[in-house]
Nanobody
Framework: QVQLAESGGGSVQAGGSLRVSCAAS????????MGWFRQAPGKEREFVAT????????DYAEPLKGRFTISRDNAKKTLYLQMNSLKPEDTAVYYC?????????????????WGQGTQVTVSS
């Protein structure tokens, strides 16, 4: 059984920054790829970013490249998402997830454990 706990969400003005974290337990964290997804009100969950087990490979949703950075600390079993130059359209619940393999992955079906989510609200 894997447990994921996101934190660090909150409210920020447009142009600001936030870092959300995801603490993992119950599985060998360093063996699995991880990802961030988000879901805005009335919209489907969408891919944000992913990182391989080693941390060497990352990938981002095209519109977010250059503003968001995913990273991980395998010793602390924690995943991070640094979000800069935030826009109102970034408002969503952000979820972390554990991939089924050690590779990075951009599709939701490639993940088998999900956190409860943390709310990020960006005001104009």
């Amino acid at each position: 059984q894997v447990q994921l706990a996101e934190s660090g969400g909150g409210s920020v003005q447009a142009g600001g920054s936030l870092r959300v974290s995801c603490a993992a337990s119950g599985r060998t964290f360093s063996s699995y790829g991880m990802g961030w997804f988000r879901q805005a009100p009335g919209k489907e969950r969408e891919f944000v970013a992913t990182i391989s087990a080693s941390g060497f490979t990352t990938d981002y949703a095209e519109p977010l490249k250059g503003r968001f950075t995913i990273s991980r600390d395998n010793a602390k079993k924690t995943l991070y998402l640094q979000m800069n130059s935030l826009k109102p359209e970034d408002t969503a619940v952000y979820y972390c997830a554990v991939a089924k393999t050690g590779r990075s992955a951009s599709r939701a079906y490639e993940y088998d454990y999900w956190g409860q989510g943390t709310q990020v609200t960006v005001s104009s």
